[in-house]
T-cell receptor
Framework: DSGVTQTPKHLITATGQRVTLRCSPRSGDLSVYWYQQSLDQGLQFLIQYYNGEERAKGNILERFSAQQFPDLHSELNLSSLELGDSALYFC?????????????FGNGTRLTVT | AQTVTQSQPEMSVQEAETVTLSCTYDTSESDYYLFWYKQPPSRQMILVIRQEAYKQQNATENRFSVNFQKAAKSFSLKISDSQLGDAAMYFCAYRPRYTGTASKLTFGTGTRLQVTL
């Protein structure tokens, strides 16, 4: 168990809808990262937060947004969903931004857009 | 920009044998970290091993070891005495050490490892 909790595990929704994915980092970790893994592909970095502030952006679509709350949990909001958004969305956490602690991943949320 | 390349989409190894997975990366940084993650059918991402670029000694974790060649920007994973439970997708990943604002991992496209009897 990595200590990173993601909910829900599975999500099925229709095109055009909006969903929210939730992540609780490991206790004490200040950084949260979101990754997208499409079928049989590598993980694509979406966005990173550190202690409530956005620190890095990857290839995140404008239809997607995220935030990290004072209790350090994070939410990834996906709107105007398209079929191509179907993927496994991972959250990961680490202790900080400038350290050698590895990223610990949650079990992912599998999003299916129909 | 940093890139990570895994040129072997699939590999196969017999149980109890040794297999090496390849990874190369491109970076202009001198200080960074390299990782191998395992993703079994459960889809969980599991850290297998990590290497700090400033350390010349290759990292080892039980049956897993790496061959880190900094000048060649190569970071291969050797799995000894392969077990059925090693069957998974393996991802190589890179992370700069000092970034000032961000320390995201950049992943390769993965190598699917099959373990046969």
């Amino acid at each position: 168990d990595s200590g990173v909790t993601q909910t829900p595990k599975h999500l099925i929704t229709a095109t055009g809808q909006r969903v929210t994915l939730r992540c609780s980092p490991r206790s004490g970790d200040l950084s949260v990262y979101w990754y997208q893994q499409s079928l049989d592909q590598g993980l694509q970095f979406l966005i990173q937060y550190y202690n409530g502030e956005e620190r890095a952006k990857g290839n995140i679509l404008e239809r997607f947004s995220a935030q990290q709350f004072p209790d350090l949990h994070s939410e990834l909001n996906l709107s105007s969903l398209e079929l191509g958004d179907s993927a496994l969305y991972f959250c990961a956490s680490s202790a900080g931004t400038i350290d050698n602690s590895p990223l610990h991943f949650g079990n992912g949320t599998r999003l299916t857009v129909t | 920009a940093q890139t990570v390349t895994q040129s072997q989409p699939e590999m196969s190894v017999q149980e109890a044998e040794t297999v090496t997975l390849s990874c190369t990366y491109d970076t202009s940084e001198s200080d960074y970290y390299l990782f191998w993650y395992k993703q079994p059918p459960s889809r969980q991402m599991i850290l297998v091993i990590r290497q700090e670029a400033y350390k010349q000694q290759n990292a080892t974790e039980n049956r897993f070891s790496v061959n880190f060649q900094k000048a060649a920007k190569s970071f291969s994973l050797k799995i000894s005495d392969s077990q059925l439970g090693d069957a998974a997708m393996y991802f190589c990943a890179y992370r700069p050490r000092y970034t000032g604002t961000a320390s995201k991992l950049t992943f390769g496209t993965g190598t699917r490892l099959q373990v046969t009897l």
